[in-house]
Structures are given as C-alpha cells and as structure tokens.
C-alpha cells in the first residue's frame, strides 16, 4: 500500500517536472523568436492588418519591429524576412534550414502537401528532379520550347489582328497563349483558342489564383479551419482548384489508356511510365503526386507568366516613350521579316532592361510563397523552431516608377535587384522555370513578336 502511494506520488513528481520544464522550453524559444506586436487570442494580429494591403502592413510593421519579425495570421504564427538583406541570408545563405515550404491554405484546401509545389521533404526533392528533367528534355527534344513560344505569339498576333483593332480585354488572349506552351510540354498538344473547356480552366485558375490576392483570400488564410465550412467566395475558389484538379485527373486517365512506355509523348506520359518502373509500395511516383504536380506546372506556367505580360502591356502604354524605344530596338534588330529569337535578347539590352523593369515593378507575387524552417533554426539573433513556424518572405517595397533607362546601361546582375531568392540557383526551392529557361523567354518572345506587328492604344488613360 505504502508502496504503491510512494510509486503514485513519484509518478506525479515526474509528470508535474516535465510539464515545467515543457513550459520553459516553450518560453525560452518563444523569447527567441524575432520581436512583433502582441497576438490576441485566436484572432491573433488581425486588427494590425489590412488583409486588402497584407503587404503594406508588413512592410509598416517591419518599420518598427525590424526585417525580421513574428506575427500571427489567427492563430497561426508566422516570421516574415522583409527586405533583400534579409531574405537572400536566409534563403540563399542558409537554403538548406529553409528550403520547406511552408502553409498556404487555399491551395492547401486541394493539394494538402501533395505535388511538387506544396510538399515538403523527400517528397519534394523527388518530385522537382524529375520535374526539372522531364521539362529540359521536352523544352528541348525536337519541336524546342523557342519554336513552341514562336508558334504561339504567332497564333497571338493573328487572334489580335482577328479583331480588326477593337478594343479588347486583352486577359484570355495573353493567357490561350501561356498556357499553351506548358500545356504543349504537360498534355503534348496545345489547344484551340475557341476551345470550351480551355476557355473555363483559364478562368477557374485566373479565380483561384486573384481570390489568393483578395481581402477574403487573407481572411480565408488566417481563419482557415472555420472559413472552410463557410459560405463565401472562398467556395467558389476550392470549386475553381477542385475543376482543375478533375480535369487533370482525365487527362491522366486518357494518358493511361493510350500508353506507349517506350514513346512518351508529355510530361504525363513520362510520369507514369516512372510510375511503372518503381517497385517501392512507399514511391512518391504515385497518382496523386502525378495529378497534382502536372496542375502545378500548368497553373504556374499560365498565371505568372500571363498575369506579368498583361501588367507589362499595361506599364508600355503607361509610357509611350519606353514603347517607342522598344519598337525602335525591335525594328532594327529584328525587323519584319522574321520571328524574334532567344538569341536576339543578347542585342537588345533596352528590351531586355524594360522585361527586367515590368517583372519588378510588377511584383506579382509580392510575398513569395511561404517557406517553412526544415529543423530548428538560428537565423540572426533567433531561434525559429520547426514546428510551428512559416517564414514568409517579402522584397522591398516597390519604387513608384518604371525605370527602364537606368537599367539598360547598368551592368548589375538583374536577378539580385528584383528576386534576389526566386529565380537564385542556390536556394532549394527556386521557381522551377528558372532551370528550364523559359521565364524570360517567353515575355521576350510574346512581348517583342506582339510589339513588331502592333501599338497600344487604350480607349481611357491606364490607371
Ligand atoms: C514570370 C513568371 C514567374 C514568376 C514571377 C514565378 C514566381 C515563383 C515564385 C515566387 C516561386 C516560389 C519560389 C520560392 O519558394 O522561393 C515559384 C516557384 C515555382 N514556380 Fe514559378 N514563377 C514564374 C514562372 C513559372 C512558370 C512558367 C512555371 C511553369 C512550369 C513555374 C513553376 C514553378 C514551380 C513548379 C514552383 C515550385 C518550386 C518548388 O516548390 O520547388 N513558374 N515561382
């Protein structure tokens, strides 16, 4: 009896010491982590921020508190880098501690860590190699990606001309001839531009992807547990994810039927005979991981590229005299005789200055995507722990004029001034079409084959 009551208190002894010292464990890494305004419970610090400008708001919070600095989405508590210096030490200098990716809840609502955008771990190394290599070998068998990207501001200048100069919300255009590059590479075959159905995924990923941007997007970000059984138009963004995923998953099913494992003919293809060859029950080459990384690359390779060559045609009639300029460029290097070229860029240091200066002031995913710390990290005077921490990178704010002029005769590397970690070969999770070439192609190619043909004119003064 006597013993039996020894062995209970010990055994309370020992629980009540674990608890403490849990809780000093937990509070010596909380006075670690960086400084930021005092969360309130669940909602966090929501009333410290426009979710309409999250950016701003991180940039007046990093004013105070710093470049590094925690705050909490809801109950969510993130550390964002704000500024050059911050993020290329972070994600260049230490790539390997914060090459995770981190949380981002509409996306996560359909891909739930699976493809390879939003995975972490093995899963992610796996799937970015095979990735990067089946994309160099299709942008570069015989039909390469420049005859691709020429094919298509082809087909660009003629649906334009089709309208006879009306004028027109140029949207779906720029994007029909985006997407039908990847789609080329991801589905073998591109589509028509009448095309129904390739007219509706344009537009469920062009919902999904401005939602994302929107103030209920940011809410639906920090409240996610209860927004997703909310009404609301983040409903209508997990039906716009949800169709595209549906209409992948039929594409790999048609791939399936028509498989021939010595001639793959796209992406698809090679990932299932990948598929086929692997005799691990735990393989990542597996269905989901195949249908969700081909929406990876077919949603990322129409919406960013599309989205910065609408804001750039946009910048161009901003500024008729860096259009004139780069019309004068495209005349004497090109002329109108022939298709541009990826080798022409060489030439045009006043094209490729403007390209540069659009992608910039563009900004078009001013945060980045989230990143996560893959093991308890020192960054600075901090302790990030990798449990519960996203770092979220941010750039510096972007200058109030499109400056081309400046840019064309300086010979900084022009990588360092816009994205110093997106497009940086040394981080682990650089935006995948840096390796594969064409993310300054193509603006390129579209910008200059459009701009040989036609001007600009807006029926109002541009915003
Ligand atoms: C101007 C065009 C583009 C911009 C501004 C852009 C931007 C980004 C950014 C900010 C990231 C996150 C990188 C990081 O975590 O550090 C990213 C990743 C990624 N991008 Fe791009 N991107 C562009 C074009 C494309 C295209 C055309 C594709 C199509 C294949 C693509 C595929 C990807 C993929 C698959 C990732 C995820 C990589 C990973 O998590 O390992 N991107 N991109």
Same mark, same amino acid.
């Given at each position: 009896?006597?013993?039996?009551?020894?062995?209970?208190?010990?055994?309370?002894?020992?629980?009540?010491?674990?608890?403490?010292?849990?809780?000093?464990?937990?509070?010596?890494?909380?006075?670690?982590?960086?400084?930021?305004?005092?969360?309130?419970?669940?909602?966090?610090?929501?009333?410290?921020?426009?979710?309409?400008?999250?950016?701003?708001?991180?940039?007046?919070?990093?004013?105070?508190?710093?470049?590094?600095?925690?705050?909490?989405?809801?109950?969510?508590?993130?550390?964002?880098?704000?500024?050059?210096?911050?993020?290329?030490?972070?994600?260049?200098?230490?790539?390997?501690?914060?090459?995770?990716?981190?949380?981002?809840?509409?996306?996560?609502?359909?891909?739930?860590?699976?493809?390879?955008? &939003?995975?972490?771990?093995?899963?992610?190394?796996?799937? #970015?190699?095979?990735?990067?290599?089946?994309?160099?070998?299709?942008?570069?068998?015989?039909?390469?990606?420049?005859?691709?990207?020429?094919?298509?501001?082809?087909?660009?200048?003629?649906?334009?001309? +089709?309208?006879?100069?009306?004028? /027109?919300?140029?949207?779906?255009?720029?994007?029909?001839?985006?997407?039908?590059?990847?789609?080329?590479?991801? &589905?073998?075959?591109?589509?028509?531009?009448?095309?129904?159905?390739?007219?509706?995924?344009?537009?469920?990923?062009?919902?999904?992807?401005? &939602?994302?941007?929107?103030?209920?997007?940011? /809410?639906?970000?920090?409240?996610?547990?209860?927004?997703?059984?909310?009404?609301?138009?983040?409903?209508?963004? &997990?039906?716009?994810?949800? +169709?595209?995923?549906?209409?992948?998953?039929?594409?790999?099913?048609?791939?399936?039927?028509?498989?021939? !494992?010595?001639? !793959?003919?796209?992406?698809?293809?090679?990932?299932?005979?990948?598929?086929?060859?692997?005799?691990?029950?735990?393989?990542?080459?597996?269905?989901?991981?195949?249908?969700?990384?081909?929406?990876?690359?077919?949603?990322?390779?129409?919406?960013?590229?599309?989205?910065?060559?609408?804001?750039?045609?946009?910048?161009?009639?901003?500024?008729?005299?860096?259009?004139?300029?780069?019309?004068?460029? /495209?005349?004497?290097?090109? +002329?109108?005789?022939?298709?541009?070229?990826?080798?022409?860029?060489?030439?045009?240091?006043?094209?490729? @200055?403007?390209?540069?200066?659009?992608? #910039?002031? +563009?900004?078009?995913?001013?945060?980045?995507? @989230?990143?996560?710390?893959?093991?308890?990290?020192?960054?600075?005077?901090?302790?990030? !722990?990798?449990?519960?921490?996203?770092?979220?990178?941010?750039?510096?704010?972007?200058?109030?004029?499109?400056?081309?002029?400046?840019?064309?005769?300086?010979?900084?590397?022009?990588?360092?001034?816009?994205? !110093?970690?997106?497009?940086?070969?040394?981080?682990?999770?650089?935006?995948?079409?840096?390796?594969?070439?064409?993310?300054?192609?193509?603006?390129?190619?579209?910008? @200059?084959?459009?701009?040989?043909?036609?001007?600009?004119?807006?029926?109002?003064?541009?915003?």
């Amino acid at each position: 009896m006597l013993a039996s009551g020894l062995l209970l208190v010990a055994l309370l002894t020992c629980l009540t010491v674990m608890a403490l010292m849990s809780v000093w464990r937990q509070r010596k890494l909380w006075e670690k982590l960086p400084p930021g305004p005092t969360p309130l419970p669940f909602i966090g610090n929501y009333l410290q921020l426009n979710t309409q400008q999250m950016s701003d708001s991180f940039m007046k919070i990093g004013e105070r508190y710093g470049p590094v600095f925690t705050v909490h989405l809801g109950p969510r508590r993130i550390v964002v880098l704000c500024g050059h210096e911050a993020v290329k030490e972070a994600l260049v200098d230490q790539a390997e501690e914060f090459s995770g990716r981190g949380a981002q809840a509409t996306f996560d609502w359909l891909f739930k860590g699976y493809g390879v955008t &939003f995975s972490n771990g093995e899963r992610a190394k796996q799937l #970015r190699r095979f990735s990067i290599i089946t994309l160099r070998d299709f942008g570069m068998g015989k039909r390469g990606i420049e005859e691709r990207i020429q094919e298509e501001a082809g087909f660009l200048i003629e649906a334009i001309r +089709g309208t006879g100069g009306a004028f /027109i919300d140029p949207t779906f255009f720029l994007s029909r001839t985006v997407s039908n590059v990847i789609s080329s590479i991801v &589905f073998g075959d591109r589509f028509d531009y009448e095309d129904k159905e390739f007219l509706s995924l344009l537009s469920m990923m062009l919902g999904s992807f401005q &939602f994302t941007a929107t103030s209920m997007g940011q /809410i639906c970000e920090m409240f996610h547990s209860v927004m997703k059984h909310l009404p609301g138009p983040q409903q209508q963004a &997990f039906k716009e994810l949800q +169709g595209l995923e549906d209409f992948i998953a039929k594409k790999v099913e048609q791939n399936q039927r028509t498989l021939d !494992p010595n001639s !793959p003919r796209d992406f698809i293809d090679s990932f299932l005979i990948r598929m086929q060859e692997e005799n691990n029950p735990n393989t990542e080459f597996c269905l989901k991981n195949l249908v969700l990384t081909t929406l990876n690359l077919f949603f990322a390779g129409t919406e960013t590229v599309s989205t910065t060559l609408r804001y750039g045609f946009l910048l161009l009639m901003k500024h008729p005299d860096v259009e004139a300029k780069v019309h004068e460029e /495209i005349d004497r290097v090109i +002329g109108k005789n022939r298709q541009p070229k990826f080798e022409d860029r060489a030439k045009m240091p006043y094209t490729e @200055a403007v390209i540069h200066e659009i992608q #910039r002031f +563009g900004d078009i995913i001013p945060m980045g995507l @989230a990143r996560r710390v893959t093991k308890d990290t020192r960054f600075r005077e901090f302790l990030l !722990p990798k449990r519960d921490t996203n770092p979220m990178s941010l750039k510096l704010p972007v200058s109030g004029n499109m400056n081309p002029h400046a840019l064309s005769t300086s010979r900084l590397g022009r990588h360092e001034l816009h994205m !110093p970690h997106t497009f940086c070969p040394k981080t682990h999770r650089t935006c995948v079409l840096q390796t594969v070439l064409f993310r300054r192609h193509k603006p390129h190619v579209c910008i @200059a084959s459009y701009l040989r043909d036609m001007n600009f004119l807006s029926p109002k003064a541009p915003p």
